[in-house]
């Protein structure tokens, strides 16, 4: 066992000092510790065709909207739906009061009945006269005059029943319908309410399909296609559209003109008036370079990704291009091939050189 002298000599601060002396240059020559390899996840760059992209803001609009008016005038004795009912074509949205027409109706009804007996006497009149006329018992006048008779009988059949099939008519339209499916967005009159020929009962709008207008630049819009997909961000997510029509009535004043884009809207969860963005496709597709989403890392106006070589991370600068999907068109500043892994988990954390292990 050391002595007590001993032992203090060996943890004195003096003894301590000289044993780190003596361990520098072993310290020294083993270097700082290495740090392990950052694990890390990639993913293969790959050769598409795409076509030049843009996106451009636009505005949801219904593929139908209509101020449902009657046809007739009367006074609202029932208004059966409300703001936000969905309705279907041909169904009843409002009903004008008909007294009035009803009576007229049977009034003129029987104004033909009682004329169609008197006609039918008429011809029958007008057979006997020809009957004796050619026997020369009666005077050519007076078959003239029966046959005058039973044409203007016959004409005043005919304005009875236009005129019984005019009431008809507006009894049936007193019962206002929807013209197509839809939803009741604005009620613009009441029961009790008078309407005049033509006034307004409600305003009914469809979203099925939905429309997307949007006013698209001169550089631009002759650019387009009609029928080509587009991709369309709207507040309650992404949709995929068609391109529908180029209206070649533009504004002179922000030399812009006005494309319509169609969206099935199936679920209905597209509102009119939203925005969305729209993202076209412009000029003829060719073969580049794409990588997923996540590989760009973009930190204000640089944007790069990492790609691993012999299992180190290499800083590729680069410019974005179209998307397709998950996947961005890029033009590398630097060496990029069809197959080089980049990593698209765990790029936030690595610097260039740094060593990297891939995850299984």
């Known amino acids: 066992m050391a002595s007590p002298s001993l032992r203090f000599q060996l943890t004195s601060p003096l003894s301590l000092l000289m044993v780190v002396v003596l361990m520098a240059p072993a310290l020294i ?125 016959t004409a005043q059949v005919t304005r009875d029943e236009a005129e019984e099939k005019q009431l008809i008519y507006q009894i049936e339209e007193a019962t206002i319908r929807a013209p197509f499916d839809g939803v009741v967005s604005k009620e613009l009159t009441q029961p009790g309410e008078w309407v005049a020929r033509g006034g307004a009962i409600l305003r009914l709008v469809d979203l099925s399909p939905a429309r997307v207008v949007v006013w698209v630049p001169e550089d631009v819009v002759g ?42 809207n199936r679920d209905g969860r597209l509102f009119s008036g939203m925005l969305a963005r729209v993202t076209f496709s412009v000029g003829e597709a060719k073969a580049v370079l794409t990588v997923p989403r996540d590989a760009v890392v973009t930190r204000g106006h640089d944007s790069h990704l990492w790609k691993v070589v012999d299992g180190h991370a290499v800083r590729v600068p680069l410019r974005m291009g179209s998307a397709a999907g998950e996947r961005i068109a890029v033009q590398p500043f630097a060496e990029l091939a069809p197959g080089d892994p980049v990593i698209v988990r765990g790029n936030e954390r690595v610097r260039d050189g740094q060593s990297v292990a891939v995850a299984p």
């Open 29 to 153: 020559a083993a270097g700082p510790p290495k740090r392990p390899p950052t694990k890390v996840a990639v993913a293969p760059v790959t050769r598409m065709t795409l076509a030049d992209q843009t996106t451009l803001m636009g505005t949801v609009q219904p593929f139908q909207a209509s101020t449902v008016a009657s046809l007739t005038e009367g006074r609202v004795t029932d208004l059966k739906v409300r703001t936000g009912d969905r309705v279907i074509k041909g169904a009843a949205l409002a009903l004008l009061d008909t007294t009035q027409l009803t009576i007229d109706s049977e009034q003129v009804a029987a104004r033909v009945a009682a004329t169609r007996i008197r006609l039918a006497q008429a011809e029958a009149d007008l057979a006997t006269a020809r009957s004796l006329l050619a026997q020369q018992a009666v005077s050519s006048e007076l078959v003239d005059t029966r046959a005058r008779t039973v044409r203007e009988m």
């Open 223 to 264: 650019r387009l296609k009609v029928g080509t997909d587009t991709v369309v961000n709207t507040p309650v997510g992404p949709q995929n559209g068609t391109l529908h029509a180029i209206i070649p009535d533009g504004d002179p004043g922000s030399h812009t003109f006005p494309v319509e884009v169609r969206l099935p």
